[in-house]
C-alpha cells in the first residue's frame, strides 16, 4: 500500500525564523511529488516535483526531491504569520497519477 | 478562470440518507478526482473519473459512487450515510499530473 509520511506533525515558530518540512514516501510507480498548503478549505498548490536534486522555488518557499532517498523538503524563509497553515505532501504513483497524501504538518508561526 | 467550483458549500443529513455533492473542474481540465478529509487527516482518495468512467478507485466501499457528465463535470454520491460520513469532501481537476482544488463541501451527519 503506498504510503507517505510527514514530520514534524506540528511546529511552532517565531517570525523570521526558518522552518524545513519533511516528507518520505513509498509508493508503487512514482511520477510525481506535490505540496500543497491548507489553511481553511481548499489546498493551495504550491510545487510539483518529478526529478531528483532540483530545487524549485517559489518567493521564501523551495522544494527539493530525492528519489533515491524517497523524500522532499520544503524549506520556508523568513517565515511570516500568514504562512500560518497544514502544509500537505502528496504523491502521484501509477499510469493514472493516483494522488496519496501524507496527515500533512501543521506550522504556526507566532509574531 | 473560475478554477475549480463545488456545490454546496455545507450540508447537514441524519444517518441513513443519501447525499449528491458536485464538482466543475477548472476549465481545460479533463479528470476528476474525489478525496475525503476527516479532522486532522491529510485528503484520503475516493475515486478518479476520466472520460466519463471511473479510472480508479481507493479503499471506500460502494456506497460511495459517481458520475462524470461530457462537459467533464461530476458529482460525488454516498448512499446509507454513517455518523463517520462526516468530513470535508475535496473535489480535484487535473490535466497531466497537478491537481488543482476546490473549496470543497463540509457534511455533517447527524
Known amino acids: 500500500e503506498d504510503k507517505v509520511v510527514q514530520s514534524p506533525l506540528s511546529l511552532v515558530v517565531h517570525e523570521g525564523d526558518t522552518v524545513t518540512l519533511n516528507c518520505s514516501y513509498e509508493v508503487t510507480n512514482f511520477r510525481s511529488l506535490l505540496w500543497y498548503k491548507q489553511e481553511k478549505k481548499a489546498p493551495t498548490f504550491l510545487f510539483m516535483l518529478t526529478s531528483s536534486g532540483i530545487e524549485k522555488k517559489s518567493g521564501r518557499l523551495s522544494s527539493i526531491l530525492d528519489k533515491k532517498e524517497l523524500f522532499s523538503i520544503l524549506n520556508i524563509t523568513a517565515t511570516q504569520t500568514g504562512d500560518s497553515a497544514i502544509y500537505l505532501c502528496a504523491v502521484g504513483s501509477g499510469g493514472y497519477q493516483k494522488v496519496t497524501f501524507g496527515t500533512g504538518t501543521k506550522l504556526q508561526v507566532i509574531p | 478562470d473560475a478554477g475549480v467550483t463545488q456545490s454546496p458549500t455545507h450540508l447537514i443529513k441524519t444517518r441513513g440518507q443519501q447525499v449528491t455533492l458536485r464538482c466543475s473542474p477548472k476549465?481545460?481540465?479533463?479528470?476528476v478526482s474525489w478525496y475525503q478529509q476527516a479532522l486532522g487527516q491529510g485528503p484520503q482518495f475516493i475515486f478518479q473519473y476520466y472520460e466519463e468512467e471511473e479510472r480508479q478507485r481507493g479503499n471506500f466501499p460502494d456506497r460511495f459512487s459517481g458520475h462524470q457528465f461530457p462537459n467533464y463535470s461530476s458529482e460525488l454520491n454516498v448512499n446509507a450515510l454513517l455518523l463517520g460520513d462526516s468530513a470535508l469532501y475535496l473535489c480535484?481537476?487535473?490535466?497531466?499530473?497537478?491537481?488543482?482544488f476546490g473549496p470543497g463541501t463540509r457534511l455533517t451527519v447527524l
Open positions: 476549465s481545460g481540465h479533463d479528470t
Open positions: 480535484a481537476s487535473s490535466l497531466e499530473l497537478e491537481q488543482f
